[in-house]
């Protein structure tokens, strides 16, 4: 199965920040990811897919870039509701697979 | 209003059986793919199983291959996940997850997820 690995698994940041996360893959996905934000006991939500197109109803805010084997999820302002953790995943495989994740604290 | 609710979770002994049902309102339920993704206590995504429109392709996490099966009734506008032969490593949040093929030469994401039925296996 192809391992996604995500960077940091989790950090702290200020609102008004502009944060980056990391997800590998651990062979080429082209451009088969996902990315979901999902709250404390809350279901995941989809924000991010072909590895650069924002969901309907997402704020641009956010944007995803990258193919092949890396890939970055960006928040160019973060909003006190965007503290949550983020998960990659590709498709490439029919065998789905999800990264770690990466949890965004308030500092 | 668009969703899925999941239901059927509970506390099983190892070795039990359980049968997840989630019932989809909103949409054209026999036009997508569905899934199931768990997320065990404390831990990350892990996606189960999913099924195509007609049921005639399915497709398992090597995990549960031979343990858990997936299944809908379009007219009923549902999809289940019998689990036989649970083990402790099995418990997790079950979510249902509308299911989305990207493009040819690729496969799924998930743009819609239900709240999660809590599956606890122990003795």
């Known amino acids: 199965a192809i391992r996604m690995t995500q960077s940091p698994s989790s950090f702290s940041a200020s609102t008004g920040d502009r944060v980056t996360i990391t997800c590998r893959a651990s062979q080429g996905i082209s451009s088969y990811l996902a990315w979901y934000q999902q709250k404390p006991g809350k279901a995941p939500k989809l924000l991010i897919y072909a590895a650069s197109t924002l969901q309907s109803g997402v704020p641009s805010r956010f944007s995803g870039s990258g193919s092949g084997t890396d890939f970055t999820l960006t928040i160019s302002c973060l909003q006190s509701e965007d503290f949550a953790t983020y998960y990659c995943q590709q498709y490439y495989s029919y065998l789905l697979t999800f990264g770690g994740g990466t949890k965004v604290e308030i500092k | 209003e668009v969703q899925l609710v999941e239901s059927g979770g509970g506390l099983v002994q190892p070795g039990g059986s359980l049968r997840l049902s989630c019932a989809a309102s909103?949409?054209?339920?026999?036009?997508?793919?569905m899934s199931w993704v768990r997320q065990a206590p404390g831990k990350g995504l892990e996606w189960v199983a999913n099924?195509?429109?007609?049921?005639?392709?399915?497709y398992y996490v090597d995990s549960v291959k031979g343990r858990f099966t997936i299944s809908r009734d379009n007219a009923k506008n549902s999809l289940y996940l019998q689990m036989n032969s649970l083990r402790a490593e099995d418990t997790a949040v079950y979510y249902c997850a509308r299911t989305i093929v990207a493009t040819m030469g690729s496969y799924w994401y998930f743009d819609l997820w239900g709240r999660g039925t809590l599956v606890t296996v122990s003795s």
């Open positions: 909103g949409f054209t339920f026999s036009s997508y793919w």
């Open positions: 099924i195509k429109q007609d049921g005639s392709e399915k």
